[in-house]
């Protein structure tokens, strides 16, 4: 839930702070209360990265990454002038990414970053303004990656020792460390099943047809189409980096408890897609709110 005006007191003067490692307390408060609504999108640059939390500082960031916008913007639009905006995203991402030769092959750039483009349109239908839109997609997207790579031990996130959470800035697109992310991720899940319930564990294996890339590779980014789940997933992710991926796996959890009774009768991954998109606001407001209650546990630490 978000925070009641009360709980909201200290955001409001934090945000107002001129001290920059009042970022730590800011960061601490959100992760046990949440994000309140009226702030997100400040506290969500804030958190990433993208802009200090120093409100002295705030402003001449701000100019400056609006000014990259534009210069990436403008160089992708006279580069591939007949591009798409969804396009043009992925593109000028990956020129900030350092990562050009991936624009080689231009046609399959959406398909082969479509956990970007997936993330990208959530956070287009949540914010209005573009430059504000693109640099939340770049952040969550590395902060996300930076974060499953971690905890799948598959690289280091070197970050400042404050909160240890990564900095802002490029991340690796190897695509072969996402394959081992999946597998990595799945063998988590089924641990988590099998903890819950043998019987759960066991319709999984025996009916492998989990969307796990769609799940684990873009925070569940497009699977459903409520706002509400991502605005508090995604909050809830931002403000916990150690427990961020741990939070996909007890969703995914909750989500297999919910299937498995159709489980079997379902054939395909897009199957079980159309299936959850077919979930209610409120069936998946209480998936949430039990995966949450599970993270703050013992259960959820060994996750």
Not at 68 to 84: A, G, N, W
Not at 205 to 216: A, C, G, I, Y
Request: hydrophobic share 40%; aromatic share 10%.
């Amino acid at each position: 839930m978000g925070l009641s005006l009360i709980d909201a007191e200290p955001i409001d003067a934090l945000l107002k702070s001129t001290v920059e490692s009042d970022r730590y307390k800011l960061v601490d408060i959100c992760r046990q209360f949440g994000i309140p609504s009226n702030h997100r999108q400040l506290i969500w640059k804030i958190i990433l990265g993208i802009v200090p939390l120093s409100y002295e500082l705030r402003t001449a960031k701000e100019r400056w990454r609006r000014e990259q916008f534009e210069v990436l913007h403008r160089t992708t639009k006279t580069m591939y002038p007949s591009l798409d905006e969804e396009l043009c995203n992925v593109v000028m991402f990956l020129i900030w990414n350092d990562s050009v030769s991936e624009l080689d092959d231009l046609e399959s750039v959406g398909v082969k970053f479509r956990e970007f483009v997936s993330m990208s349109a959530i956070i287009s239908r949540l914010f209005d303004d573009p430059c504000a839109r693109f640099w939340l997609s770049v952040g969550l997207f590395t902060y996300y990656r930076k974060s499953l790579y971690k905890f799948c031990q598959l690289e280091t996130a070197p970050g400042d020792e404050g909160d240890r959470r990564p900095h802002f800035g490029p991340v690796s697109v190897h695509r072969g460390n996402d394959d081992k992310a999946v597998v990595f991720m799945r063998d988590q899940l089924l641990a988590s099943l099998r903890r819950r319930s043998e019987h759960l564990c066991l319709a999984v294996t025996e009916h492998p047809v989990l969307p796990l890339h769609d799940m684990f590779l873009t925070a569940y980014a497009g699977i459903f189409p409520h706002r509400m789940f991502y605005e508090r997933t995604w909050s809830a992710m931002i403000a916990d980096f150690r427990k961020c991926c741990k939070l996909s796996i007890l969703i995914a959890v909750e989500l297999v408890d919910i299937i498995c009774p159709s489980l079997a009768g379902l054939r395909s991954e897009e199957e079980v897609l159309r299936f959850f998109g077919q979930l209610s606001e409120e069936q998946l407001e209480e998936i949430l709110n039990r995966a949450l209650e599970v993270k703050k546990s013992s259960f959820g630490k060994v996750c």
